[in-house]
C-alpha cells in the first residue's frame, strides 16, 4: 500500500511513523518537515498529504502535528479524505470501522512509540463496516 505522510515537525514521532509504515511493507511519500523540499507549516503540508490520497497518489495517509487537531482539519478539506484524529487504538478501530477513514492523524506531542503501534496495528486491521447504516452515513459524508 502506498501511504502519504505529513509532519510539521520531526519531534514525537514523525519519523517513527515513517519508519513503522516502511517496517510494515508500505511505500511512503513524505511532505512537510519530513521533505527537505517542501514547506513545513501543518497547513501545507497535511493539505499536500491528503491530496496524495483524495486524488490517487496514495491509498491512504497520516498527518501529524502537535496536537494533531490541525493536521485533520486540514486533510479534510480536501474531498474524498475522511481523516480521524486518533488517540488510542480504540479510536484507530473505529475510524476505519465505522467512517471508512483514510487518512489517520496523529498527535506529535501525546503519541508514544507504544501507543503508535497500538494505533497503527488497530489501523490496519480495521475493516470497513458494511452495515447499511454505516455505509450510508459515509456515503453522506462524501456528499457534503
Not at 44 to 60: F, I, T
Not at 112 to 137: Q, Y
Amino acid at each position: 500500500m502506498r501511504f502519504s505522510v505529513a509532519a510539521d515537525s520531526k519531534d514525537g514521532v514523525a519519523e517513527r511513523v515513517v519508519a513503522q509504515l516502511r517496517r510494515r511493507g508500505h511505500e511512503v511519500i513524505t511532505h512537510g518537515a519530513l521533505n527537505d523540499d517542501e514547506r513545513d507549516d501543518w497547513a501545507w503540508a497535511c493539505e499536500l498529504a491528503a491530496r496524495d490520497v483524495g486524488e490517487g497518489r496514495a491509498d491512504q495517509g497520516v498527518v501529524c502535528c502537535w496536537t494533531g487537531t490541525g493536521a485533520s482539519i486540514a486533510a479534510n478539506k480536501v474531498p474524498g479524505v475522511r481523516a480521524a484524529l486518533c488517540v488510542d487504538a480504540y479510536t484507530a478501530d473505529g475510524a476505519r470501522r465505522w467512517n471508512d477513514a483514510n487518512v489517520l492523524a496523529l498527535s506529535l506531542r501525546l503519541t508514544s512509540d507504544v501507543v503508535l503501534e497500538e494505533i497503527l496495528d488497530a489501523w490496519f486491521e480495521g475493516r470497513p463496516s458494511t452495515d447499511p447504516a454505516d455505509v450510508a452515513n459515509v456515503g453522506h459524508i462524501d456528499e457534503i
